[in-house]
């Protein structure tokens, strides 16, 4: 059985930082190209970061390059996104997601809240 669990959410004010975890089991991490999306409120999900299979290529959207870093652990099935200079914008709930070929699993998500 496949599991996401992020963690690291949590309320920051405009211009913290947070660092989000994604722990993954049941699946041969190594293979799966990750994701960072997010979703808020009255608004459709967004992918915010990629990263390859080995972590020897990201891409970001445009909303939080420079501000973001997507990362990954193969050796410990972990993915992570710090999160820098955030923004009131930037609040909604964030998941983890793997990708490969046809297979396609989701966490359950954890609330980022930036606010004064």
């Known amino acids: 059985q496949v599991q996401l669990v992020e963690s690291g959410g949590g309320l920051v004010q405009p211009g913290g930082s947070l660092r989000l975890t994604c722990a993954a089991s049941?699946?041969?991490?190594?293979?799966?190209?990750m994701s960072w999306y997010r979703q808020a409120p009255g608004k459709e999900r967004e992918v915010v970061a990629r990263?390859?299979?080995?972590?020897?290529?990201?891409e970001y959207a445009d909303s939080v390059k420079g501000r973001f870093t997507i990362s990954r652990d193969n050796s410990k099935n972990m993915m992570y996104l710090q999160m820098n200079s955030l923004k009131p914008e930037d609040t909604a709930v964030y998941y983890c997601?793997?990708?490969?070929?046809?297979?396609?699993?989701w966490g359950q998500g954890t609330q980022v809240t930036v606010s004064s």
């Open positions: 997601n793997a990708f490969r070929f046809r297979y396609d699993y």
């Open positions: 049941g699946l041969t991490f190594s293979r799966y190209t």
């Open positions: 990263i390859t299979t080995t972590g020897g290529s990201t």
